[in-house]
């Protein structure tokens, strides 16, 4: 073989260490696509406004101030039904994209092979989880705040007694809460698994954090189990921050055991197909 | 000769006791349409999955412009276009949107304009994924294989499901691609496809090689004899088999008459590479003047037959990789 024969082909000079490059591109478009689904935005953006909206006025009496049903030393005192109700419902907010809507999602994903095909260009698969805990968050506080607003214009809401404490009730609240759907997320594969697990999951959380029996009307069992979930932790530690004193030490505690444990072993049992 | 783009050697992956491919080894020329051709469950997607660096090899090297895919899969995915077999989009993610997307991840994507137009997808540009036709989302997977501007695209069973006119469609397809430099490694387990696109192939089967060339080389090099099949007029063909069992029987060059099946007017005369040099003259002598003459082509089928000694069923034993093994990722390595 003499050098006149050998051709060598034009090599094209390509940059390295992408992974990441179009994660805007992606984050936009899994974000339009998301919510072409209606389900998402009504569960994820309107959901708690309607359920406060729809218990405030529908139930007689929730507007009324209480003063005959709780003692005079309560922190509920004085309150209206309806605004006791927010913690929970706030609680519920974060629960609902974290636990019924994520790990549907990445059940569909890796049903459909969407990991699996993003994993043969260059963008890691991992920036799609990451673009979806952005949406689902990002949606949470969309959420949370319409419900807020309208709240506070249809009913007027206390202010709270210890903001730093009911926000960061909250925040620490949707870390437990999205930890435990990603380990759900994690391990499901197809998405009526999810759906099915996810409910499982949900309905027995939203039970113990005071959907149906909040604050002042919650039987001692319910609260007594429920300060060691995350949702009734993260609930029962908001109403703590919004219409009491003190510090809710182990609904906090609770919240971060939760996350330190879930969060990395989410990560560790992720299944890419 | 240059490097080969694609060098895969004694590969071998197993799932559990389930040996998936054996030892396969095969060398890709840069710019041609190179076929891996078998049945299902013969290992074919598990090796190009392994080649792609999207499943951990158990044995052997697999390379792509000389980068180990095993130890690098990064490396090479800017220039390795892949078209699964599934399709792996949202349901509500529309033709435009998805190029768009994937063109975001590449350095240096083609126009997905462009790619519409040549994959004849521009009418159904806003159209959602979910109400693309098979032909139309198999020709957007195929966009999206080349959406970066690849240099190998790996295209895996592109035509099965489609219909016989999205099949030949298809074909022109990636024939067009191929004229713009890009090097295909195609996965198929249909014969005429292999047989049409394939500059080179290797058959596969349980996990091996079984015969590697040009489909031509490989129709060639098959030993043996021919078949003629000879129509007669309704009224001939009882003289006409009488006559060709005589010539049967005198004559070496021809082994065997039989009747085609499905058919009262064709008989089917097998022989020698020489068996058409007897059949003539011998209908000429009995002034048996046959409706039609036709030798029957010889295909990669039997090329399959004779190295495996089975024929060729594409869809049995398809069992294929299991679903549920862990794909490698740059995050799962880690």
Known sequence: MTAATVTTAPTRVRPSGAGWRGFGRLLRTEATVWLRDSASVFFGILFPTVLLVGVGFGIPGMREPMTDDVPPDSIWYGVTPIATYLPTVLAMAVGTLAILSLPVTFATFRDKGVLRRLSTTPMRPQAIIVAHLVINVATTFVGVALALTVAQLAFGIVRPEQLGVVVGAFLLGMLSLFSLGMLLSAVVNKPSTANAVASLVYFPLLFLAGLWTPGPIMPDVVRQIGQFTPMGAAAQAMDTGWFGEGFPMLQFVVMAAWTVVLLPLSVRLFRWA | ?334
């Open chain 2, 1 to 334: 000769m240059a490097e080969p783009i694609v060098e895969v050697r004694n590969l071998r992956k197993t799932y559990g006791p389930k040996v998936a491919v054996d030892d396969v080894s095969f060398a890709v020329e840069r710019g041609e349409i190179f076929g891996i051709l078998g049945p299902n469950g013969a290992g074919k997607t598990t090796t190009v999955e392994t080649l792609a660096g999207l499943r951990q090899a158990d044995g052997g090297t697999v390379r792509v412009r000389g980068v180990d895919t095993q130890r690098d899969p990064a490396a090479v995915r800017d220039v390795l276009g892949v078209q699964l077999q599934e399709a792996a989009l949202h349901d509500k993610i529309t033709v435009s949107e998805a190029l768009n997307l994937f063109a975001g991840f590449y350095a240096d994507p083609a126009d997905p304009d462009e790619l519409l137009a040549m994959l004849d997808l521009t009418p159904h540009a806003d159209r959602r994924f979910a109400k693309l036709s098979g032909g139309q989302k198999q020709r957007l997977s195929i966009a999206l294989a080349l959406i970066g501007n690849p240099e190998i695209a790996i295209l895996d069973e592109l035509t099965t499901g489609l219909d016989p006119q999205a099949r030949r469609t298809t074909w022109e397809l990636v024939e067009r691609v191929r004229a713009t430099g890009v090097t295909i490694l195609l996965v198929t387990h249909f014969m005429e496809e292999a047989e049409r696109l394939c500059d080179r192939l290797v058959i596969i089967d349980a996990g091996n090689v079984v015969a590697e060339g040009t489909p031509q080389e490989l129709i060639d090099g098959l030993e043996g004899g021919r078949t003629v099949v000879v129509r007669f007029a309704p009224q001939d063909v009882e003289r006409g088999r009488r006559e060709l069992a005589v010539l049967a029987d005198r004559d070496a060059e021809v082994e065997g008459v039989a009747p085609v099946d499905g058919s009262d007017t064709e008989i089917a005369v097998t022989g020698t590479r020489r068996v058409l040099f007897s059949l003539v003259p011998a209908l000429a002598a009995a002034d048996l003047v046959p409706d039609d003459v036709r030798t029957v082509t010889r295909s990669l089928e039997d090329v399959f037959l004779a190295h495996t000694g089975r024929a060729y069923l594409p869809g049995a034993d398809d069992a294929g990789a299991p679903t549920d093994t862990t794909l490698i990722t740059e995050g799962a390595r880690s």
